[in-house]
């Protein structure tokens, strides 16, 4: 490169380059996403609220419950959303199975829970398992549900002298906010301590929908400790306090699409009216006569004869100049259906769910297509299970359990205010998933379990058993069966390490292909 007369090297400038002053004041105000602009027809026209977790949470919670409520008894896909969701969460129940290092205490503690269960309900309409049903429906209904220790006297003539009741989030009131002493306060009717602990629940005495049950005091307030409260709802953001409905993205498009299928539905039942017109030629009154009869025609104040109903076999027969015409009112259309589809495949993934699973609707779908949407589905179900119903559910129930059975000497717990952790270990299984295709499903557990990729108690785990229950039965089966003589060959001591009947090999040999004689049935 030459140098300048003045011996230094050109700038840029004198070599061409242009260079800018200063950035565009728009181009440093544009975002980077367009989802962040506020320019644009579609930026503009979108409306968005800065509310925290809970500020969005609450308000308006009562309306928004008070029309999912509206909409589960009264629309038959919100009905059928909820109930799809609360059976395969629940199904027949999650049941526990203790882990106590002990045998003996692991057994004590399943008859004394066998014996508890039917009465855990502190209203006496469930056992525990339907409690689970009912509160998953309250659950998915209104976004969250309560449950609430009630400890009873020794002579209440219970297996274990504790209940458990089921309570409406409606008995929580969110519009309760104020500070407490001590540096706390009470957010949505939660009372949290200075140092952001849960303490307390102020709970109504009354529901406050019950209008015939309403008194001077059922609206004041109780604290109620947090230790004997169970808050089950699922937090969609860190910090949220209470709990939204399942169907709260979906209401709106359900109660148009319910008004859009009432309108088709009344337009069909007008199409199926065999309405007719009677087309007269201009006449004066008295001229003529009446076709059937002869008699003169008699008329309405207006000047008109009264319309004619049809019955099946009529023939009526018209006067001179007469002419019949029949109403043709549109149909349902041809779009209706993939538009309701597609409406309700909307619907259907709001609240998680497969529209073939919200429907029933299995046309056009194979069975490797529906296994693939069941898993998917029953994924995002196993993580409901786990994550919000076992944890926050069953989990407490099982301490305030064990605590009460302790307390109340209902069960011998040696050593229990050093081993407390031992004794509430536990693991909670959820009713195992039905086959899809049993003979398939079958053999690869099978397979599994015989390459070492699982384990026996694994698989009967996954079906919701419990497998020393099933050892045991096993093992009186076989001891009933060697009694009295009898061999099956479901026994598994009487089948080999392929799966065959023992001593069918030898019996039978296995011919080799090169000695297998070919018949028409057999393929080349």
Not at 223 to 245: C, K, S, W, Y
Request: net charge negative; glycine share 8%; proline share 7%.
């Amino acid at each position: 490169m030459k140098r300048t007369g003045s011996g230094s090297y050109p700038s840029l400038a004198q070599r061409g380059f242009v260079l800018p002053t200063r950035l565009a004041p728009a181009r440093l105000k544009a975002s980077a996403y367009e989802a962040a602009g506020a320019s644009g027809a579609r930026g503009r026209s979108w409306q968005t609220s800065r509310a925290g977790p809970n500020a969005a949470a609450v308000q308006n919670l009562p309306l928004l419950r008070s029309r999912a409520r509206d909409a589960i008894r009264n629309d038959p896909w919100a009905k059928t959303a909820i109930s799809r969701l609360v059976s395969n969460t629940i199904g027949t129940g999650i049941q526990p199975h203790p882990q106590h290092p002990d045998p003996a205490i692991r057994r004590q503690q399943k008859q004394l829970w066998d014996d508890w269960v039917g009465e855990s309900d502190a209203d006496g309409l469930l056992d525990f398992y339907g409690q689970q049903t009912l509160a998953a429906r309250a659950f998915f209904g209104d976004g969250e549900v309560l449950l609430r220790r009630r400890m009873r006297r020794p002579d209440a003539a219970l297996a274990v002298p504790m209940q458990v009741q089921v309570l409406e989030a409606d008995m929580l009131p969110v519009e309760k906010n104020e500070g407490t002493a001590g540096g706390g306060e009470i957010v949505n009717g939660v009372e949290f301590d200075a140092d952001d602990q849960r303490i307390a629940y102020h709970l109504l005495r009354r529901h406050p929908g019950e209008y015939n049950r309403v008194s001077s005091g059922s609206m004041l307030t109780t604290p109620v400790p947090a230790d004997d409260i169970a808050h089950v709802f699922q937090p969609l953001r860190a910090g949220q306090v209470r709990g939204v409905p399942e169907l709260s993205t979906v209401l709106l498009r359900l109660h148009s699409l319910d008004n859009f299928d009432d309108a088709v539905l009344f337009r069909q039942e007008i199409s199926n009216l065999f309405a007719g017109f009677l087309v007269k030629p201009n006449a004066e009154p008295g001229l003529l006569g009446d076709p059937v009869t002869g008699e003169g025609l008699e008329f309405d104040s207006d000047g008109f004869s009264p319309v004619v109903s049809l019955e099946p076999g009529t023939v009526q027969e018209l006067a001179p100049g007469e002419d019949m015409r029949f109403a043709t009112p549109p149909g349902a259309g041809a779009d209706y259906g993939p538009f309701m589809r597609q409406q309700l495949m909307a619907a259907a993934a709001s609240v998680g769910m497969p529209y073939e699973i919200l429907t029933g609707d299995l046309r056009e779908v194979s069975d490797r297509v529906l296994r693939v949407l069941l898993n998917e589905f029953r994924r995002s179900v196993e993580q409901l299970q786990w994550n919000i119903f076992i944890h926050q559910y069953c989990r407490r129930v099982w301490a305030w359990w064990v605590d009460a059975c302790v307390l109340s000497g209902a069960m011998d717990a040696p050593d229990f205010h050093r081993a407390r952790r031992e004794y509430l270990r536990v693991r909670w299984v959820p009713q195992g998933w039905p086959y899809i295709h049993p003979v398939q499903d079958v053999n690869a557990q099978k397979l599994a379990i015989r390459s070492g990729l699982t384990s026996r108690s694994a698989s009967i785990l996954k079906q919701g058993e419990d497998p020393e229950q099933v050892d045991q039965e096993n093992a009186a089966d076989n001891t009933r069966a060697d009694g009295l003589g009898l061999r099956y060959d479901t026994d598994p001591r009487s089948r080999d390490m392929a799966g065959d009947a023992a001593g069918d090999a030898a019996a039978n040999p296995v011919s080799t292909p090169s000695s297998k004689t070919g018949t028409a049935d057999e393929k080349p």
